[in-house]
């Protein structure tokens, strides 16, 4: 495993890029919208991980919840790796907590999943599959 990127909540995507490219001097790799998560994400890699903002489309998302509760800051931790229903299988059977139990897609069209800040010490755990090449690597 190693860590995929780090989910940051932010009211205004375009406000926050402000300090992530002038002031940190990352490049904004691009953004997209994940309907299914109700967030518009911009990209930034930094070194072989990267940082996501996510900026809530309502305030009724899991996303707009969170700032609503808590502001803007760190959301999640995602790390890589191979095979997501397998490892979801295991985590299961170690008596983890799954948010919903199942890959969805998210960012970029990887397969993701969620584990219950409960299972996790108080971090929202998100785990995407590994990219795989047209030959299956």
Same mark, same amino acid.
């Given at each position: 495993?190693?860590?995929?990127? #780090? *989910?940051?909540? +932010?009211?205004?995507?375009?406000? /926050?890029?402000?300090?992530? %490219?002038?002031?940190?001097?990352?490049?904004?790799? *691009?953004?997209?919208?994940?309907?299914?998560?109700? &967030? %518009?994400?911009? !990209? !930034?890699? +930094?070194?072989?991980? %990267?940082?996501?903002? !996510?900026?809530?489309?309502?305030?009724?998302?899991?996303?707009?919840?969170?700032?609503? =509760? $808590?502001?803007? *800051?760190?959301?999640?931790?995602?790390?890589?790796?191979?095979? !997501?229903? /397998? =490892? #979801?299988d295991e985590l299961r059977s170690r008596g983890v907590r799954l948010l919903e139990g199942?890959? $969805? %897609? *998210?960012?970029?069209? =990887?397969?993701?999943?969620? #584990?219950?800040?409960?299972?996790?010490?108080? &971090?929202?755990?998100?785990?995407?599959?590994?990219? $795989?090449?047209?030959?299956?690597?």
């Amino acid at each position: 495993m190693k860590i995929d990127h #780090l *989910g940051i909540a +932010v009211s205004s995507i375009s406000d /926050s890029l402000t300090f992530y %490219r002038e002031v940190l001097g990352l490049e904004l790799a *691009g953004t997209e919208t994940v309907d299914d998560q109700g &967030v %518009r994400v911009a !990209l !930034l890699p +930094v070194g072989e991980a %990267r940082i996501e903002l !996510l900026e809530p489309v309502s305030g009724e998302t899991p996303v707009g919840r969170f700032i609503t =509760k $808590r502001g803007e *800051g760190l959301h999640h931790i995602c790390y890589e790796v191979d095979d !997501l229903s /397998s =490892k #979801l299988d295991e985590l299961r059977s170690r008596g983890v907590r799954l948010l919903e139990g199942y890959p $969805r %897609r *998210g960012a970029e069209g =990887k397969l993701v999943a969620f #584990l219950h800040p409960a299972s996790s010490h108080g &971090v929202l755990v998100e785990l995407v599959e590994k990219a $795989r090449t047209s030959q299956g690597e």
